[in-house]
């Protein structure tokens, strides 16, 4: 139950990163529309076919995303904890010895 609550914020970041990818990729079709309004070809059909290349610009780029972001992640949507180094010093450690005299 612990990993479920800390990996929530892991997931929130991912998600939001995958809307992010899909939102950029969908700008293109934005600008060829405000191309085709500023021409007055502004048609029933060409809200039609840029809302279309929208969505699917945007479908590419979250799966684009997410396969880039996969590697990153467990199973259950956390990401790679950090190794914790191994200690320097520990108390159970011996003193060093002096090395002998030739």
Do not use: N
């Amino acid at each position: 139950m612990a990993e479920r609550i800390e990996s929530w914020p892991d997931a929130a970041i991912r998600r939001y990163l995958l809307y992010s990818a899909a939102a950029v990729a969908s700008v293109p079709a934005g600008i060829a529309y405000a191309v085709l309004a500023t021409r007055q070809l502004e048609r029933w059909w060409t809200v039609l076919l840029t809302l279309l290349a929208g969505v699917i610009c945007a479908h590419f780029g979250w799966q684009f995303a997410e396969r880039r972001t996969h590697p990153l992640s467990h199973e259950d949507g956390a990401l790679t904890p950090i190794p914790e180094p191994p200690a320097l010093w520990s108390p159970r450690m011996r003193k060093p010895q002096p090395k002998p005299h030739l």
